[in-house]
């Protein structure tokens, strides 16, 4: 016969057991000392940590909902000519561009540096940020420094998002 606390130390142990694996690593929910958490985007600032948290979660919807209906991708492509010229895209580029970025790679580490310059005024605001992002897949590993002004308008309903995104990424 069973002593009952046997049975209790078994049973504890196998229900320990079963929550925990060795080979498994820790999920790290904060980065750089910032919490990924989703915010309610009252902010500008708060739209930048959303955008964040989409990247690092490769979140399609969570990043569709920081960008407006009439948003504008901007960059300078060197190889458009023999000087190069700013090329841009809209909301239905960005959301497909974005996607195959989050599909192609396994991790993707976005950080914020120094803020260069933000102001707000009623419904609008501008963010120039630094950043460097890492984009590791299979096949390939990307880092990537740069700059970002965003442009941001807030909706009637409060929520601020990115109106236009000018990327001034180092080559």
């Given at each position: 016969?069973?002593?009952?606390?046997g049975?209790?130390?078994?049973?504890?142990?196998?229900?320990?057991?079963?929550?925990?694996?060795?080979?498994?690593?820790?999920?790290?929910?904060?980065?750089?000392?910032?919490?990924?958490?989703?915010?309610?985007q009252?902010?500008p600032?708060?739209?930048?940590?959303?955008?964040?948290?989409?990247?690092t979660f490769r979140?399609?919807i969570?990043?569709?909902?920081?960008?407006?209906t009439?948003?504008?991708?901007?960059?300078?492509?060197?190889?458009?000519?023999?000087?190069?010229?700013?090329?841009s895209?809209?909301?239905d580029d960005?959301?497909?561009?974005?996607?195959?970025?989050?599909?192609?790679?396994?991790?993707?580490?976005l950080?914020?540096?120094?803020?260069?310059?933000a102001?707000?005024?009623?419904?609008?605001?501008?963010?120039?940020r630094?950043?460097?992002?890492?984009?590791?897949?299979?096949?390939?590993?990307?880092?990537?420094r740069?700059?970002a002004?965003?442009?941001?308008?807030?909706?009637?309903?409060?929520?601020?998002?990115?109106?236009?995104w000018?990327?001034?990424?180092?080559?």
């Amino acid at each position: 016969m069973h002593s009952r606390p046997g049975i209790v130390i078994v049973i504890l142990a196998l229900t320990t057991m079963c929550c925990f694996n060795p080979f498994a690593p820790e999920l790290n929910n904060e980065l750089e000392g910032e919490e990924l958490i989703i915010t309610e985007q009252a902010t500008p600032e708060e739209v930048l940590q959303n955008f964040k948290v989409a990247y690092t979660f490769r979140d399609s919807i969570l990043y569709s909902n920081c960008i407006d209906t009439g948003f504008m991708f901007i960059y300078f492509d060197p190889e458009a000519s023999s000087s190069g010229h700013e090329e841009s895209w809209g909301r239905d580029d960005d959301l497909r561009t974005t996607g195959r970025l989050f599909r192609n790679f396994d991790i993707i580490d976005l950080l914020w540096n120094a803020t260069l310059y933000a102001w707000t005024r009623n419904d609008e605001g501008e963010i120039c940020r630094g950043f460097q992002l890492h984009l590791s897949g299979p096949s390939s590993d990307y880092k990537i420094r740069g700059r970002a002004v965003f442009s941001f308008r807030k909706s009637p309903d409060g929520t601020w998002r990115i109106i236009q995104w000018e990327d001034q990424s180092e080559l």
